[in-house]
């Protein structure tokens, strides 16, 4: 057994002892793939509940992931005592919503239901979001009986703002060394599931993995898994483009999600959503980051003032059309109306009135505007804890003498019509440029009311399953607690060796051909490559012809620049696989591109859902009723379902 495992954030000494071959068994009978904000939450909860866990991450816990950089606001808290509608009328406005940003769905209800218990659990480790210490008393944002602040909308009250999100993930980490029934492996890179009788389809009974400094093997024996690796988590855009020389990716997800767990459950044969979104989107291409790093009425930043260059100021509209004369109106819904599935407020700019000169540019973001509470706010507590703002601007703008009373954030400068909103984000307007390239993600594998996915042992919790975003935890929470009433019940599985064998051949491939000549190609170029096709086969404009060709085309990456890619050691042993990751997900996707047109040529209607899986080569193809998830079996209420599957966790509470 490794004497590096566990050692936390501390690496072995530098140079790290090269051990490729060498294996590690690990008999578990929880394994938690991927410990971010939904993981650690999994692992945390189903070692409670008295069984082994073994909590795996390829990064140390304690900054890995999304969250791992700072959050500044916990969104979709809507079970919270005061939010301005329960989870049950929740649902019905986002079935009935003007912008479908998620299915409304049983995932959807198990996240939000459980979101302000989660919240609570991230408290008891650490996590502050009262203003404890009185510093916003009276502010229109704070409650001041719970001392809770709200963000975006202070009527419904369903997003909380963080006052110590930055450290999010380091209070995650220290909650689960405390749990004694937990193991954390961390710099461990899962590879590949293990599967009863090593083919896809058949139950969970493990998986493989690598350290990434020491390049060691890993072999874990579990009852049960967790995905919880964040799937694409918005990172989709990297499958469309890298750049050694610049960030290429979208800006919501650590670049360190690389699709490995949907490639994983791909190859396992799990079922998959259809939805794979299309077309220019925000993390469209190399520029999906900067906006971030300057003024913008956006996310963290909202409700900021935007004037022109003349100080002239920008009126703000909500998505009904409404002008809103007020900052208070930015951070209220329509009167009569909800904010669920309507953008929020934004500065509305006309490209004519910036053409005619009547607005001139650079514009600023002006938060002098802003009331003092809401002005300290923003600067620190959102920007100071949000990780795409926390360093880059917080502190550098800070260091260097910044006044947020008095100066002003310039926005980025683009041509008028990049500014022309109708409820588009002008402020990602780079993104724009980029239109034949695809961005957003997909909507993951299938997952059922316990979080299980369509293969036997297999959960899948946060991104994974469409469960992103500082709640995330509370599917990663629900989905631990499933998994050990799973894991209580079902004898251990017998691991293939012939599958261990082969999974070890693959992922050693690259080290052991360094010696031969015609391995030439490196990660970056093998990623590259994996763009091309994308860019060329799966842009804005599809066919099932272009699919076809695609597909074709990474088959053949597969079979030949696949095979000459080499690694000089583990770090970039790692790189590789992940690559190798990130061209099955270039294979999902025209999969599932190739399953839609199927469906549009069939004429299958919306009210089925479609379900993708990949076995033995072939695309199986099967539908479910539309809300499948309030029909027999299920019960017909959220509710209902939501208790039934707590029922044992409840009673093994009350019983102490
Ligand atoms: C900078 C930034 C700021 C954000 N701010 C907010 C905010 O303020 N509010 C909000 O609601 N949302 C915010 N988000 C989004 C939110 O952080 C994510 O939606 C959330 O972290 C998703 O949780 P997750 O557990 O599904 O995935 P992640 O937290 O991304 O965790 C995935 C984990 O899987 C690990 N992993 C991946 N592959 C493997 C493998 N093969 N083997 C082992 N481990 C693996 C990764 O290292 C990572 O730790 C922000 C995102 C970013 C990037």
Not at 111 to 133: P, S, T, V, Y
Not at 481 to 492: C, D, F, G, L, S
Not at 530 to 542: A, K, P
């Amino acid at each position: 057994m490794s004497n590096h495992i566990n050692y936390g954030s501390i690496p072995p000494k530098w140079p790290f002892p090269v051990k490729y071959d060498e294996e590690n068994r690990i008999e578990t009978d929880v394994l938690v793939i991927g410990a971010g904000i939904a993981g650690s939450m999994a692992g945390l909860m189903a070692a409670r509940r008295g069984v082994k866990v073994a909590v795996v991450d390829k990064a140390p816990i304690d900054i890995s992931g999304s969250g791992g950089a700072g959050l500044d606001h916990y969104g979709g808290c809507i079970s919270n005592p005061d939010c301005g509608f329960t989870p049950e009328e929740y649902m019905e406005l986002l079935k009935n919503a003007k912008v479908k940003f998620r299915p409304p769905d049983h995932r959807a209800y198990i996240q939000m239901k459980g979101a302000w218990d989660n919240l609570l659990e991230l408290e008891k480790l650490g996590l502050k979001f009262r203003d404890e210490e009185d510093e916003f008393v009276g502010a229109p944002f704070r409650d001041d009986k719970t001392k809770i602040m709200y963000a975006y909308d202070y009527k419904n009250k369903d997003t909380i703002k963080l006052r110590g999100g930055a450290d999010i993930k380091a209070f995650m980490r220290a909650g689960l060394t405390k749990e004694k029934n937990a193991t954390l492996y961390e710099r461990v890179m899962i590879t590949n599931l293990l599967t009863e009788d090593g083919r896809p389809g058949t139950r969970i009974v493990g998986a493989t993995g690598i350290n990434e400094e020491t390049g060691e093997f890993y072999i874990f024996s579990a009852k049960c898994a967790i995905l919880c690796t964040a799937g694409l988590s918005l990172q989709a855009t990297s499958t469309w483009t890298f750049n050694s020389e610049m960030f290429a990716n979208g800006y919501r997800a650590d670049p360190r999600v690389t699709g490995e767990g949907f490639a994983m459950a791909w190859k396992a044969g799990a079922e998959f959503l259809p939805e794979e979104q299309f077309g220019q989107s925000i993390n469209t291409g190399p520029f999906g980051w900067p906006w971030y790093g300057v003024g913008n009425p956006d996310n963290t930043w909202h409700g900021v003032n935007i004037v022109d260059d003349n100080g002239k100021e920008m009126p703000y509209r909500n998505s009904y059309g409404d002008e809103l004369s007020t900052v208070l109106d930015r951070f209220m819904p329509s009167e009569g109306k909800s904010n669920v599935g309507v953008l929020h407020p934004v500065p509305f700019i006309d490209a004519k009135k910036i053409e005619s000169g009547e607005y001139v540019l650079p514009l600023w973001a002006d938060l002098s505007a802003f009331s003092d509470d809401e002005r300290r706010s923003l600067w620190g507590l959102m920007v100071g804890n949000e990780g795409r703002t926390r360093t880059a601007i917080y502190d550098y703008f800070n260091k260097a003498g910044f006044n947020p009373d008095t100066d002003m954030l310039q926005c980025p400068v683009m041509t008028p019509y990049n500014f022309q909103n109708d409820f588009k984000d002008w402020y990602q307007g780079e993104a724009h440029i980029c239109k034949a390239w695809k961005a957003d993600t997909l909507k993951g594998v299938i997952t059922d009311w316990n979080q299980m996915t369509s293969i036997e042992g297999l959960f899948a919790a946060g991104s994974e399953s469409d469960q992103g975003g500082a709640a995330a935890g509370s599917s990663g929470g629900y989905s631990g607690n499933r998994a050990a009433e799973y894991a209580i019940k079902t004898p251990r599985g017998k691991i293939s060796e012939e599958q261990v064998a082969a999974e070890k051949k693959r992922v050693y491939a690259p080290v052991k051909r360094m010696d031969d000549p015609k391995a030439n190609v490196s990660w970056k170029e093998l990623w590259m490559g994996l763009n091309r096709v994308m860019q060329q086969d799966c842009g804005e404009f599809r066919s099932p012809e272009l699919c076809e060709h695609g597909i074709k085309w990474l088959d053949s990456i597969k079979k030949h620049e696949m095979q000459m890619t080499y690694a000089r050691n583990p770090h970039e042993l790692s790189r590789v696989l992940e690559c190798e990751s990130r061209v099955t997900t270039g294979e999902i996707y025209l999969n599932l591109c190739k399953a839609n047109f199927r469906a549009a040529e069939q004429n299958i209607g919306k009210d089925k859902i479609m379900l993708n899986k990949f076995i033995d080569g072939e695309l199986i193809t099967t539908y479910k009723e539309a809300e499948w998830w309030l029909k027999p079996p299920c019960s017909s209420s959220y509710l209902e379902n939501y208790t039934n599957c707590r029922a044992l966790e409840k009673e093994e509470k009350q019983n102490g």
